[in-house]
């Protein structure tokens, strides 16, 4: 199914979301060329975790001269609050709306619905509605859909531009996906999933598998063994919800019967010549030559849903890690196909059309740099950053063909990999990180300092192009700092009394909180920030009640901005904020965390207790690659403002911005946006 | 039907769609097929198990 045929079908769908965007595939305001000039423009670049403290260092080193000028040449530089917590998800949906987290409704990366427990991804979700299924032989017809709906409550502030006639552009802005159905263009960004619903799933076929091959996330290992020197692999997809899986179709519990479906695949072999180090890929007629160390362009792959009916469109990139004496295949998460989106990524559909007619194919997985990767030491710090940088160019030569057809209006462009960088190499300037040490041994040179140099580069194609029309700001949505120690929030409610296992010898093993007694708890933390209150009436199974609730928060806020890490001798909880106290909307107290933890500069939540695990150490040295992070109290972690004009306002925030480009546009700020101008 | 694909149900269920379509207001069973298969594409995300839910979530970077 091409886009044109998708926009026209989607007016059949009868979700709401899907029925809104019928009508939106007219004439987009701004098509290339067609603009005017000499009129008003608003650029917002947002540079994801683009940190003040860091970047002064390097402006003030002579480092990043395209900021220099701006800033010396009439412009201003400022740091800008953000969130509570200072998490991206959270930070960009207060920018997206000019809304307190309390009114947009995004918390953390987590969320759980309280009333089942069950964990989702907070800032998009597909909910299954209910209806009967047709099962002819193997194949079965869902009467009912699914209703796939972006979780951001509010209305985006460029809808006010785009309904008072000011074309805007929304590229990749993060919290947005499917992006909210209005008159602007738009790509999805942060969030939007690969072709499996994923953050990202990467394949590896390797005759050499790691031992931790069962704890991989993020991607999945597959033990092969070429045979004469040809491998013979299939590539996965999503589970095909036409066809049931022939061996156990379907499981029934109580009369009620759930299908169980096949996962779809596509065949592939590898031809490998030993000799030469290189290897040839064929897959769907498709024949790849790589050299040991090299990638693939993009390769178009299609699933098939019902033969020669329906099918789904992917794009993947194979790197040849190893040909001999090892094998080692890495294919890279099978992003959505811009040429042919399975899934609403772009709003109108011609927006993408226009992308893809000009650039070709492009990364469309919201966090694109596979991180995971390198984690679970797939790849090496070079390969990683070679990875990253191929997302990047995507980011760059999209840049340049926004700026070259922007005549009129706003634009918003986001770049992502300064912040995924930053996250897999804090450990390089951070002397104090666990990792320092043999970090240097790996032969990268600067990679944060050239990373803040790209972003420099980015300023300087706008700075360019400027007129006296043009109000420009560079914006992020935190700073930076390194994360060396972890904490285990639900271990310590385990050890103070708060929350109780049903089996306290599973202690170790157990993950999503599926051994927490649940009618003795009194809280519990999920996601990196949050805590909860295990409240009657609102959790599953809660116990606390209203009149308990008030003495509990405050005790727990107490104890665990008092708390010591041993190691250190540091408090590592600045701020436990109570969020009646700083959250305003209907989403407090239902949906909202009761607490959101602020942790001190060098700590964060354990990889383990964010889902729900209650390891024995109350802190441990983080030890993963992903050295640095932001997911602590947002007055560590300012985020950066950078203007081409002077900010009067003393203390701006992430959610001025919308209400500022209003204002540049004489659009008086509505009452319901909680920003004001900063010029 | 399907642009000239053609799919073979049996008597009894063929009855039972087309009864269906009639009900539920479609101009023709063609429409009815077509819009039910349509739907299902976009439930595609939403016939997760709860260990695919899982691996979404362990799937982010800031999660081991």
Known sequence: ?679 | MFGGGKIKIKKELYERVKKFAELAGYSSLDEFVEHALEKEISKLESSESEDETKEKLKGLGYIS
């Open chain 1, 1 to 679: 199914m091409n886009r044109r045929e998708f926009c026209k079908q989607s007016a059949l769908f009868i979700t709401s979301f899907l029925l809104s965007k019928k009508g939106l595939c007219s004439s987009p305001p701004f098509l290339p060329g067609s603009g005017k000039t000499n009129t008003k423009k608003v650029i917002v670049l947002g540079i994801d975790g683009m940190d003040p403290y860091l970047l002064k260092r390097f402006i003030d080193e002579g480092r990043m001269p395209h900021f220099q000028k701006l800033i010396s040449s009439g412009g201003d530089f400022k740091k800008l609050q953000t969130t509570i917590p200072a998490q991206s998800p959270v930070a960009w949906a207060s920018f997206n709306t000019s809304t307190n987290p309390g009114r947009h409704g995004i918390f953390d990366f987590i969320h759980r619905q309280p009333d089942t427990f069950e964990l989702y991804l907070s800032t998009s979700r597909t909910y299954q509605l209910e209806g009967g299924k047709l099962q002819i032989g193997k194949w079965i017809f869902s009467l009912k859909g699914g209703e796939l709906k972006n979780l951001v409550q509010e209305k985006p502030f460029w809808n006010y531009l785009t309904e008072a006639g000011v074309p805007a552009i929304i590229y990749r802005a993060p919290s947005n996906f499917p992006p909210f159905a209005g008159k602007a263009w738009e790509m999805s960004g942060l969030s939007t999933p690969d072709l499996l619903g994923t953050y990202g799933t990467f394949s590896y076929y390797t005759d050499n598998p790691p031992e931790n091959t069962e704890d991989v996330s993020g991607g999945k290992i597959y033990p092969t063994f070429p045979q004469n020197g040809i491998g013979e692999n299939y590539l996965y997809g999503p589970p095909n919800s036409f066809r049931l899986d022939e061996k156990k179709p379907f499981d029934e519990v109580d009369d009620k019967r759930s299908y169980n479906y096949e996962k779809l695949k596509i065949p592939f072999k590898v031809y490998i010549d030993p000799g030469h180090h290189v290897a040839k890929i064929v897959i769907q007629g498709n024949e790849i030559f790589l050299k040991q160390g090299e990638w693939s362009n993009w390769v178009e792959v299609t699933f098939e849903l019902l033969p020669h009916l329906k099918h789904l469109s992917g794009i993947v990139k194979f790197y040849l890690k190893e040909a001999h004496p090892h094998f080692k295949l890495y294919v890279s998460p099978i992003n959505i196909n811009p040429a042919d989106p399975a899934l609403p990524i772009f709003n109108p559909p011609e927006y993408g059309e226009a992308l893809v007619k000009d650039l070709g194919l492009f990364y469309t997985q919201g966090i694109a740099e596979d991180t995971k990767a390198r984690t679970y030491h797939i790849f090496d710090d070079k390969e990683y950053w070679t990875q990253s940088q191929m997302v990047t160019k995507d980011w760059f030569r999209t840049w340049r063909w926004h700026l070259d057809r922007f005549k009129e209006g706003f634009l918003f462009f986001y770049f992502s990999t300064l912040d995924l960088g930053q996250h897999m190499f804090w450990r390089y300037i951070d002397h104090l990180s666990p990792l320092h040490e043999q970090t240097l041994k790996s032969g990268l040179k600067n990679p944060i300092e050239n990373l803040y140099k790209q972003m420099d580069e980015a300023l300087g194609m706008v700075l360019k192009r400027m007129d006296a029309n043009t109000t420009l700001m560079v914006i992020s949505d935190h700073g930076f700092t390194g994360f060396r120690r972890c904490f285990s929030l639900n271990s310590w409610l385990l050890d103070n009394g708060y929350l109780y296992l049903r089996d306290p010898d599973k202690r170790e093993k157990t993950e999503y909180f599926d051994n927490v007694d649940w009618e003795r708890t009194k809280a519990y933390g999920l996601g990196i920030n949050g805590l909860y209150l295990n409240k009657e009436g609102r959790e599953f199974n809660g116990i606390v009640r209203p009149e308990q609730e008030t003495s509990l928060l405050a005790e727990l806020k107490r104890k665990l901005e008092a708390l010591i890490d041993p190691a250190t001798g540091e408090r590592p909880v600045k701020n436990a904020h109570i969020a009646k106290e700083v959250f305003k909307g209907r989403y407090v107290g239902t949906l909202s965390p009761d607490i959101i933890l602020g942790f001190r500069r060098g700590y964060r939540a354990s990889w383990k207790t964010i889902l729900g695990g209650v390891p024995k150490d109350l802190f441990t040295d983080n030890l993963d690659p992903w050295s640095g992070d932001h997911c602590i109290d947002p007055t560590e972690v300012p985020a950066t403002l950078v203007s081409t004009k002077k900010i009067k306002k003393s203390d701006p925030a992430i959610w001025d911005i919308g209400p500022t480009v209003l204002s540049e546009f004489g659009i008086k700020i509505p009452e319901t946006l909680e920003g004001k101008t900063i010029f």
